[in-house]
Nanobody, 121 residues
Framework: QVQLVESGGGLVQAGGSLRLSCAASGSIFSINAMGWFRQAPGKQRELVARITSGGGTNYADSVKGRFTISRDNAKNTVYLQMNSLKPEDSAVYYC???????????????WGQGTQVTVSS
């Protein structure tokens, strides 16, 4: 099992910045990828950014050039630096870790509890 604890959400004015952190503990090995999703009221959860074990990254088109995902392997932590925030970025942000289970050749996704980001206009 993997336990995830998020921090860094809050209220910010449009154009401001926030940095989200997600610290993992537990069975932290064979991690295939980690990243951030978000869900706004009445909308589906969507991928914001993802980073693989090899360091490859991908971003939602809506955040490219404004958000940066990074990780600190020594701290088992993934970060999301969010700059030039817009009101439409307001949502609950969830971090996730994807672990690979070699015995069953399958993946397991673990989720944080979510942190609210609110961007005022």
């Amino acid at each position: 099992q993997v336990q995830l604890v998020e921090s860094g959400g809050g209220l910010v004015q449009a154009g401001g910045s926030l940095r989200l952190s997600c610290a993992a503990s537990g069975s932290i090995f064979s991690i295939n990828a980690m990243g951030w999703f978000r869900q706004a009221p009445g909308k589906q959860r969507e991928l914001v950014a993802r980073i693989t074990s090899g360091g490859g990254t991908n971003y939602a088109d809506s955040v490219k050039g404004r958000f940066t995902i990074s990780r600190d392997n020594a701290k088992n932590t993934v970060y999301l630096q969010m700059n030039s925030l817009k009101p439409e970025d307001s949502a609950v942000y969830y971090c996730y870790f994807q672990r690979y289970y070699s015995v069953s050749a399958s993946f397991g996704d673990y989720w944080g509890q979510g942190t609210q980001v609110t961007v005022s206009s």
